[in-house]
């Protein structure tokens, strides 16, 4: 399509009443992309283009009846679950990086950088402007870019682009150009072209600043008596436009009081659980850094700065990082951040490198190098040699063919310690075949036993000994196999339906196994947005530490056999009350294992959402092992006033944490990317009785600066 340029600003306001939406030339016959990708969408909708020397202009029309449905006013809420539009752009149209740009049809904003990574989790924040009106027929999405927010070269005359639409009512997901199911609506491979006639203007500088100030009160519970604690702070972020395609970003004194404090789950593993970042700071250009490894082992992890291994805060400092393009074909990113003392925790500093270097057209060539750095003194080196530094470097390549069927990839990662200089090695490598139909993964992994991260996370090389209270570092190999068989019916109520299973077996360094585990999955997806799952799940563990799951005696080392199964359930998430269920029963070791799970969900579309979440798990074994009953309960309200005018509230209360948790977070966007928050939180023991453990209310002012 032709981009059309206008001398006079358009008036974003969801009317097209300017020329220049009489003169561009719409695009429409959307194909399906969801539930199926093989026919024209149901309600079609027609795009528009424009510019003139500030902003790039798109427009919608989105043809429909009734009105539209939403789940959230809150910006950053996504593009599922609610009609809306979304922009994808590739200004340098190499189909590795890009934009994507949503509103929804009660004007809420979300924004991202895309790669090709994991998709986007709305991370980056920028400025821009948007508006909808609602008509009986329609609805209608204005959008007003900033040249300087993107970041291109002004000599390409044809960028890529693609346009989605989102219609919750009847389930569709629907594209400009065609792709297939199996690949994300966004996906840059699948780009049409928009074509400038002159060249774009020149993107100009992109510098913002974001000074913040925040006021705490913070109470303790000693024992004797309630500690009460004052405090004032403040500092800021930057954003600094290096080039067309490179960016630096600056912290002074960060502040994340605001963000949504983590998810309690239920853990029945015998590792610690990876938690996933919410920290927007470390979120943003995320893939640079933390998509090194597979999942559970990730070289990077950020909740490695400024958290310690239990989530407490250690304070930073401050830190800078360059990300972004210094070829077509190649990005970069870099970071140094240094945190503060707090107690008997010491001062650290951490730096990283990465490269990502597209070979051929869809494949890439990626390195890093971590350092972790303890500021230590010579008694405290001596005391704990390995807290000193930890390094770590990694070479991946990643082979795509270009319709993104086939992927292969191998891996080799390093890591250095103080007087350690074998077993230090990961080793990776597999390959993925992925169609309409047809989904296989195999993934084979060695790690060392000396293998550290100390930015990173390895969830299965520490092992606990409950007999001991002691933890022991043990290497080891994977082999991973998943194959996923997918059938569309033509006709009825399922969309798709889904066959397939996956096996997971580990190794002990000597060769002897450590772990079988084998499931079974069966799941329909249906037309109205319900979901059915269900399968049998086989497990064989070599024990080698004793463990206890209870609070008894522990489990002797050994082998054990067990097996199990579970069904979920997931209604219509469209209705006014949407409900979900889980149970899993069946042995559990030498034991025997039952869980319910069920979530219940009001909506009164778009202001309202209250939900309650329970999970009941049961474990029972003989004798002096023990029995357990553990009980989690999450309600959270959201209020969604207006587009800038947000109240959710948050509880937890989960038995095995033995916490119950409140968090109430008011948020007032009072002019764009510029809020006022005011948050409560509260913390006290859930057994035996509710004792409080400290509690918190901050208010926190930030405001952004375009230089």
Same mark, same amino acid.
């Given at each position: ?475 080891? +190999?994977?082999?991973?196999? %998943?194959?996923?068989?997918?059938? @569309?019916?033509?006709? !009825?109520?399922? $969309? /798709? *339906? #889904? ?82 269920? +889980?149970?899993?029963?069946? %042995?559990?070791?030498?034991?025997? @294992?039952?869980?319910? !799970?069920?979530? $219940? /969900? *009001? #909506? ?104």
């Amino acid at each position: 399509m032709e981009v059309v340029k206008t001398h006079v600003p358009v008036v974003v306001d969801g009317v097209l009443d300017e020329t220049v939406w009489q003169q561009a030339k719409g695009v429409s016959s959307f194909w399906k992309k969801y539930p199926t990708d093989n026919e024209q969408a149901r309600r079609q909708t027609t795009a528009y283009v424009a510019h003139d020397d500030k902003f790039l202009y798109v427009a919608f029309e989105a043809y429909d009846s009734g009105k539209a449905f939403i789940r959230t006013l809150k910006r950053d809420g996504g593009h599922d679950g609610s009609d809306g539009v979304a922009l994808v752009l590739d200004p340098h149209n190499q189909h590795t990086n890009g934009f994507f740009f949503v509103v929804n049809a009660f004007n809420a904003q979300s924004e991202d950088l895309l790669s090709g990574g994991d998709g986007p989790n709305f991370s980056w924040d920028n400025k821009w402007f948007s508006a909808t009106q609602q008509h009986p027929d329609r609805w209608v999405a204005e959008m007003a870019i900033p040249f300087k927010t993107l970041r291109y070269k002004s000599d390409l005359d044809v960028w890529g682009i693609n346009f989605v639409r989102i219609d919750t009512k009847t389930n569709e997901y629907s594209c400009w150009t065609r792709l297939p199911v199996n690949f994300s609506s966004h996906d840059l491979g699948y780009t049409g072209a928009l074509r400038w006639s002159s060249p774009p203007p020149p993107a100009g500088s992109n510098i913002a600043l974001a000074p913040f100030a925040t006021g705490q009160l913070t109470s303790q519970n000693t024992g004797p008596g309630q500690q009460y604690y004052g405090k004032a702070s403040g500092g800021f972020d930057a954003k600094i436009g290096l080039s067309t395609a490179l960016n630096l970003d600056l912290t002074l004194n960060p502040d994340f009081s605001q963000i949504e404090v983590d998810r309690q789950v239920t853990n029945f593993t015998r590792f610690n659980i990876f938690l996933p970042e919410r920290r927007t700071f470390f979120l943003e250009n995320a893939d640079l850094f933390a998509e090194f490894g597979i999942d559970p082992i990730r070289p990077f992890y950020s909740r490695r700065i400024g958290l310690d291994k239990v989530g407490n805060t250690i304070p930073i400092i401050g830190g800078a990082r360059i990300t972004g393009s210094i070829t077509p074909s190649t990005r970069i990113g870099a970071f140094n951040m240094q945190t503060a003392d707090k107690a008997s925790y010491r001062k650290e500093n951490f730096t990283a490198a990465t490269v990502n270097q597209r070979i051929f057209k869809h494949s890439v060539l990626k390195g890093y190098f971590l350092n972790r750095a303890g500021l230590l003194t010579e008694e405290e080196k001596k005391a704990d040699p390995l807290a000193a530094f930890g390094r770590n470097a990694g070479l991946e390549y990643i082979y795509s063919n270009m319709p993104g069927t086939w992927k292969a990839w191998a891996a080799a990662h390093k890591s250095w310690k103080p007087s350690i200089d074998a077993k230090d090695w990961y080793f990776d490598g597999g390959f993925a075949y992925d169609t309409r139909k047809l989904k296989i993964v195999t993934d084979v992994v060695s790690v060392g036993t000396n293998y550290y991260t100390d930015m990173g996370f390895v969830q299965r090389i520490e092992n606990y000994d409950a007999e001991r209270d002691t933890t022991i570092r043990l290497g080891f +190999r994977h082999l991973f196999n %998943e194959a996923q068989y997918r059938f @569309f019916p033509k006709k !009825g109520k399922v $969309v /798709t *339906y #889904r066959v397939g299973g996956e096996n997971y077996v580990v190794w002990n360094p000597d060769g002897s196994l450590n772990e079988i585990n084998a499931e079974g999955k069966f799941n329909a997806e249906f037309r109205n947005t319900s979901y059915f799952n269900c399968g049998p799940e086989y497990n064989a563990v070599n024990l080698l530490y004793p463990v206890s799951f209870t609070g008894g005696k522990p489990l002797p080392v050994g082998n054990y056999r067990y097996l199990r199964g579970f069904i979920s359930y997931d209604s219509d998430f469209r209705k006014p009350f949407a409900a979900s269920g +889980r149970i899993s029963a069946g %042995e559990f070791y030498n034991g025997t @294992f039952t869980s319910f !799970g069920a979530s $219940v /969900t *009001y #909506r009164k579309p778009p202001h309202v959402s209250v939900t309650l979440q329970a999970e009941y798990n049961r474990l029972q074994f003989p004798g002096e092992y023990g029995s357990a009953e553990l009980v989690l309960i999450s309600p959270r309200i959201d209020l969604n006033f207006t587009t800038s005018i947000f109240w959710t509230t948050f509880l937890q209360y989960n038995t095995q944490a033995n916490n119950f948790n409140i968090n109430s977070r008011f948020q007032w966007r009072f002019r764009p990317m510029s809020d006022l928050y005011l948050v409560y939180t509260d913390n006290y023991f859930s057994d035996p009785t509710l004792k409080n453990k400290n509690r918190a209310i901050v208010l926190k002012i930030s405001y952004w600066i375009n230089m």
